[in-house]
């Protein structure tokens, strides 16, 4: 089906992100698991931190945060607390590059990787750099989240260059807010609010100097390695996409159609018409991931056959053990002890 043209990617994000905003709360008085759990999302999900989480359900996360708080600048104080530990094996290869440009270009081009949606594009003008930030569509506190990743890419610039580093100018697409002398306070240069974008400056000599402790023999590696990856994840078809999608949701129980949808910030009408261009539909994949994956957890002895139910989403084993006998025409009792 390479030939049907696509109007919608997933977006979303690692659910690490998360556990910023759970420190937040907590640092405020608040049990973030109180708010975490109005959307379905469970304290062990945040160990798994790659796993994807939709803008969407992330945006309407932080909106109920700042109900809760009345805090009208989340993204610049949950911002300051992340670091490169929702990256994988990028957070290395960004760390060793030669020069803040290698860092950069690596970090931009890996990064959808993990956080589709979102573009990091360099630019440079003037004798001037930039780091710009754009989150595709239309999400609840949209603003806050590039905000939120502005301030990280400072935290990731003095990694890279220092603890003293510091942007010359910082633009911000959205009108001054009352909390905007917070902004300079962090940010330490001259912010201007209600700019056609959000963007950090900086002079340009800096992204090429050179960096005191490259290893060439792990550059290779971790390009290899990311590279490798990078090929089997991206132009995928949508239904291949929706798969991956099910895939991650299945284990905490919220595999809906809606749920999906999130991912791919459509309704749920929407994604069954373009599926419906593949000739297939989201039952019809849900039922093709749990068959797939229920051979590859049965394999598992230590786990339980309830426990490989509640892994594909089932509400009960009985339904489960249904289902297995429609692909295979033998119970997942019987098809285990077959492998002894």
């Known amino acids: 089906m390479k030939n049907v043209n696509l109007e919608i990617k997933e977006k979303s994000t690692p659910i690490g992100i998360l556990s910023f905003l759970s420190r937040f709360l907590q640092d405020q008085g608040f049990d973030p698991w109180l708010l975490f759990q109005q959307f379905n999302i469970r304290q062990e999900d945040l160990d798994h931190k790659l796993t994807p989480i939709s803008f969407q ?3 309407e ?3 109920a945060a700042k109900q809760l708080t009345g805090c009208d600048h989340l993204g610049l104080l949950v911002g300051q607390d992340a670091c490169l530990t929702n990256i994988g094996p990028l957070r290395f290869l960004v760390l060793n590059a030669a020069t803040l440009r290698d860092a950069m270009q690596s970090l931009f081009h890996y990064s959808n990787l993990w956080y589709k949606g979102i573009h990091f594009i360099l630019t440079e003008e003037q004798g001037y750099a930039g780091i710009r930030i754009a989150i595709e569509g239309n999400i609840p506190s949209k603003e806050q989240f590039q905000t939120g990743y502005l301030v990280a890419m400072v935290s990731i610039m003095e990694m890279i260059l220092g603890q003293s580093w510091r942007p010359t100018l910082v633009r911000i697409s959205y009108p001054k807010p009352a909390s905007a002398h917070l902004y300079e306070a962090f940010f330490r240069c001259p912010v201007w609010f209600g700019q056609s974008q959000c963007e950090l400056l900086f002079p340009q000599v800096q992204l090429d100097q050179q960096r005191i402790g490259h290893d060439n023999q792990l550059d290779h590696f971790l390009r290899g390695h990311l590279s490798a990856l990078h090929t089997t994840h991206k132009d995928f ?6 798969c991956q999608v099910i895939e991650a949701l299945l284990p905490q129980g919220i595999c809906t159609m809606d749920r999906v949808a999130e991912h791919f910030s459509v309704h749920r009408f929407t994604l069954y018409r373009y599926l419906n261009k593949y000739k297939t539909t989201f039952e019809s994949l849900l039922d ?8 590859r957890l049965l394999t598992n002895k230590n786990l339980l056959i309830v426990d490989v139910a509640n892994q594909l989403g089932y509400e009960d084993q009985a339904n489960f053990t249904r289902a297995f006998k429609r692909w295979y025409q033998i ?3 019987r098809w285990r002890r077959g492998l002894a």
Request: proline share 4%; glycine share 8%; charged share 30%.
């Open 237 to 242: 078809d949508l239904d291949v996409q929706v």
């Open 331 to 333: 119970t997942p009792g």
């Open 57 to 59: 359900t992330h945006g």
């Open 288 to 295: 093709e991931v749990r068959k797939k994956n229920s051979i």
């Open 61 to 63: 996360i932080y909106e």
